[in-house]
């Protein structure tokens, strides 16, 4: 079996750098498999979310009336926003990518903050979102009133799946009067959406999440001269996974909030 001294080893690293790992000849070969393993990760990815759109799919059909009603019931102004600062933060990867092919420390930097600036405004907006439907299950207007504990009255409204569901009467024929739970399938309809809307969006939440955590090493890197106009696949390959993560919201946003 063949074996490598280490005279050739550091024959090898001084050729082609310290970043090019002992089991691939060339830097092109290594970033060729990071890229195919990346890809093939990214596709398992889209199987993971498939299959609630299969789910989603399938329950719309069998209830379009309480798909309607209920979708009137999310803040799609807050989502709307959300949504231009996913494509804002995808341009900023885009632009981290091409200033680390061109060895711009500077403005490798500053697009990677930027993006994580972004990313977690999206996660505060879609707190204040999902603090919304817990704070209605309190009998609160609002979140702010929910935490102090002030201006809360009986709960009409609970849009959290579970025994508490109360689906508002003003907002469907289905419920038996104002603030009683709906009953029969269009009850069942109702909390089927937003049992889809939590696990979907918080699914993606905490894919945003480790989205932060990857682009928060590769600016450590950064900061540690790790990349050259002749490495910088973690910057691309980390940029593959931010615009999934995009490209994902992109579907969601229609599909729950423009009903």
Known sequence: MATITHEEAHVHTHSHGPELQHQFETP??????????????????????GGIF????????AFPEAWEEAAALLNTPLAAVNTVVLLVSSLT????????????????????????????????????EYSEKFAHCAGAKDPISWITGSDLHES????????????PAEHGAASGGHGAPATGLMQSGH?????????????HAIHMLIGLGVMGTITTMALRNKF???????????????????IIWVFLFPLFYLV
């Open 228 to 246: 050259s106009p002749t490495y910088y696949t973690p910057v691309e390959i980390g940029g593959l996974y931010w615009h999934l993560i995009d």
């Open 191 to 203: 909390q089927l959406f937003f049992f889809l809307y939590f696990c979907a969006t918080g699914l």
């Open 93 to 128: 990867v885009a632009l981290a990518v091409n200033a680390a092919e061109e060895g711009n420390k500077r403005r490798l930097l500053t697009m990677l903050v930027l993006t994580m600036l972004l990313g977690v405004t999206f996660l505060v907006i879609k707190g204040y």
């Open 54 to 61: 299969m789910a989603y799919i399938v329950y719309r059909w």
């Open 156 to 167: 009409h409204e609970c849009l959290v799946p579970g025994r508490g569901f109360m689906f």
């Open 28 to 49: 092109e070969q290594q970033k060729e498999a990071a890229t195919l393993g990346m890809w093939a990760f990214l596709v398992t990815e889209i199987m993971l979310f």
